[in-house]
């Protein structure tokens, strides 16, 4: 198993998920929302999923406590602003065609004190055997390590990131360059 250093990866994941994500986005390809336990793409609290609009998570999380600026990105075209919901330990990159234009999702993190679950019921503070239990079909092996889980690939999947073999992070997007 390799070794990931989770600062390197904490500071370019909004980069990478731009750049692998992008196309997809601008495309208007759309990401199988009809998930059950064990498949690459992930849904939270069965309605929180990547490509998800601005209008529902304003509608069912209210407007976020905090919102980046919006800011340019060349590799994909997009512009990008976090919206974080600290209160309820979420975060999500959001992403559209045009300056100040409707956002969808194109990254989403979660993080204490958040209570949601994946489609497997694994969340926040849920153990590493769990995580590999449920998920044992799709685990990306070569990118697995004791402190980070990935479902799916580094090129899109969900990722649980561990300390003390309990799962404190759960990001679902891209992390491969």
């Known amino acids: 198993m390799k070794n990931i250093n989770y ?3 904490k500071l370019l994941l909004p980069l990478i998920i731009f750049i692998l994500y992008g196309y997809h986005f601008i ?10 336990c064990g498949k690459k793409s992930e849904i939270i609290n069965g309605w929180i999923k990547l490509n998800i609009s601005q209008n529902i998570l304003i509608k069912k999380l209210g407007i976020p406590e905090f919102k980046g600026e919006d800011e340019y990105w060349g ?10 919901y600290r ?14 234009g409707l956002k969808k999702a194109c990254g989403i993190t979660v993080e ?4 949601y679950k994946t489609s497997c019921n694994i969340g926040i503070k849920s153990s590493y055997k ?6 044992k079909n799709i685990i990306d092996k070569e990118n697995t390590c004791d402190s980070i889980i990935v479902v799916g690939s580094v090129y899109y999947g969900t990722y649980f990131y561990f300390k ?12 491969a360059e």
């Open 164 to 175: 003390n073999l309990l799962v404190y992070q759960i990001i679902i997007g891209s992390m």
């Open 27 to 36: 495309s208007n390809t759309t990401i199988d929302t009809n998930v059950k």
């Open 130 to 135: 769990d995580v590999m239990l449920k998920y």
């Open 87 to 100: 209160k309820k330990g979420l975060s999500f990159l959001m992403a559209s065609e045009k300056k100040g």
């Open 7 to 9: 600062l390197q990866i």
């Open 112 to 115: 204490e004190p958040c209570q």
């Open 75 to 84: 590799a994909t075209g997009l512009y990008v602003q976090e919206w974080i």
